[in-house]
């Protein structure tokens, strides 16, 4: 009932940037937090940064100072800037968020994944 369309992702030198997007549609009342997390091949996926309502923001001690996550709560789309991208920032990155449908049910979806490739 919630879908979640990522976009940005691709290939870049290290040391260039890169902006991933995430659109949420569906019977949404409201969001809470929405967030990005990241899956490096043979290791398991792990938290990147999130952000609320409210626009506060939480990030990974790994992406502190590089990466930026926003958000827009009128078209419901969370961004992440990212930039002095390092190869070790290679990964399928996800968008996730959670909030109420207008039924009332909670709900807490992901997105397909875009792959970030940092080459050296």
């Known amino acids: 009932q919630v879908q979640l369309v990522e976009s940005g992702g691709g290939l870049v030198q290290a040391g260039g940037s890169l902006r991933l997007s995430c659109a949420a549609s569906?019977?949404?009342?409201?969001?809470?937090?929405m967030g990005w997390y990241r899956q490096a091949p043979g290791k398991q996926r792990e938290w990147v940064a999130d952000i609320t309502t409210g626009g506060s923001t939480n990030y990974a001690d790994s992406v502190k100072g590089r990466f930026t996550i926003s958000r827009d709560n009128a078209k419901n789309t969370v961004y992440l800037q990212m930039n002095s991208l390092k190869p070790e920032d290679t990964a399928v990155y996800y968008c996730n968020a959670e909030g109420r449908l207008y039924t009332g049910s909670r709900f807490n979806s992901w997105g397909q994944g875009t792959q970030v490739t940092v080459s050296s």
């Open positions: 569906g019977s949404i009342f409201t969001i809470n937090a």
